[in-house]
């Protein structure tokens, strides 16, 4: 009986003994699309303040003053919607694939 104790403990201590098993790294690619904005960072947020609000308008001394803020609004308006057209456009194209 004493044989087979000592020859249990024997086993079960050379069983605590043992190194744990190496961790399994596993690399996993996965696919998955990633949210990014299309606009450019440079790009202005909102809308920019024009020359011909109803404020300035009002303010005007005279029909030439307020003319020449209409001309000043209509310019800055069409340039800054020109800009939007063409970030709104390149936001429309898909998005080009990675060679692999």
Known sequence: M????????ALLAGCAS?????????????DKPVSMSCVPENFP???PG???????????PDAAERYRLVILG????????AQAL???????????KKPQ
Not at 2 to 9: G, L, S, W
Not at 18 to 30: D, G, L, Y
Not at 50 to 60: Q, S
Not at 74 to 81: E, F, N, P
């Open 74 to 81: 209509r310019g800055g308006r069409d340039a800054w919607i």
């Open 50 to 60: 024009f020359t011909d609000t109803a404020a300035a308008l009002k303010a005007a």
């Open 86 to 96: 063409i970030v709104i456009d390149k936001c429309r194209e898909p998005p080009s």
């Open 18 to 30: 043992e190194p744990p098993p190496e961790p399994q790294i596993k690399t996993i690619e996965v």
């Open 45 to 47: 947020s909102g809308i």
């Open 2 to 9: 004493k044989r087979i104790a000592i020859f249990a403990f």
